[in-house]
């Protein structure tokens, strides 16, 4: 059975905690919280306290949707804005159990799934949003737009249900090809580079693209036909734990129609702090607030030899 939760109001999240309990996700999932001002508050059920969610908006307008897997638990988690039609973020952890591979994207070209025969990738509405607020082919369709994964399909090869939920379009944003296929796609190797355990216990991450304006930085380049938001700029917000230690980097790209795949990606670190400055977005925010001080503060040169980017 996929379990998939979503909370978008106070009461929903009330409704939620009742209903969800700390062994529906597993190892990877600490949810240190411990002399923290800005944790996520805990009636919106323990996975929002999860290290790899940011703050989560509470302006009527947006929603968190949880996905689960059987054998594998939580999966990834989405903030979406119902006023925008986009999500905001996708955030997830990858560690050993939820790191093997089982299931191969060339599977799909025939496979049953949902009750469906597939031939090709599983791309499809996500089921656990309302219908008003939905993306749907149609609205890719003709654009000149990839539907581009924020989550990866690569990042969850642990079953058929994990790889398929990352085709859910609440995981989407419209991208280039060249974009697509060139420095986001190296940008997701990289991270898939530091997810092995000599390097990790648990890698947590949290991506996505800028669908409003904050500060300086104008996060919206435009829209498609159909009224989708196309963002501006992409972004990952990495957090590692080893051990007792943690270590936390930032990568920011312009959204552009030109192939920078043999950029190196040291040109792209930022620190969690400046990434929080661009995006508006408060990363990692359940980590204790010493920790999230040290962690987001540290320069990009310095998280750029920590990580050992090139």
Known sequence: MIKTYYFASLALALAVSAASCSSDYANGGSDETSGNANANSTILTGEAGRLEFPKVRNDGHSMVVVHYTDGYGLNYSVEWDCEKRAQRWTCYAMYNANSVTNWNRNNWKNATWQGKQWHSDPFQEDP???????????????????????????????????????????????????????????????????????????????????????????????????????????????????????????????????????????????????????????????????????????????????????
Request: glycine share 8%; proline share 3%.
């Open 128 to 310: 656990d949003l309302p219908e008003y607020c939905r993306t749907t082919l149609s609205d890719y369709r003709g654009s000149g737009f990839n539907r581009g994964h924020i989550c990866p399909s690569a990042d969850r090869l642990c079953s058929m249900d994990a790889n398929g939920q990352t085709f859910y379009l609440s995981n989407m944003q419209p991208q280039y090809y060249n974009f697509n296929a060139g420095l986001w796609e190296k940008m997701e190797e990289q991270v898939r580079s530091w997810n092995r355990s000599s390097f990790r216990d648990t890698l947590y991450v949290c991506n996505g693209g800028t669908i409003e304006d904050y500060g300086a930085t104008k996060g919206v380049m435009g829209h498609t036909s159909s009224g989708l938001i196309v963002p501006r700029y992409f972004f990952m917000a990495l957090l590692c734990k080893k051990g007792d230690t943690y270590k936390a980097i930032g990568l920011w790209a312009e959204h552009i129609n030109a192939d920078h795949s043999s950029d190196k990606l040291s040109d792209y670190a930022v620190s969690i702090d400046e990434l929080e400055q661009l995006t508006g977005i408060d990363f990692f925010c359940n980590l204790p607030d010493d920790t999230e001080r040290r962690v987001e503060s540290i320069s990009s040169d310095n998280a750029i030899r920590a990580w050992g980017l090139r």
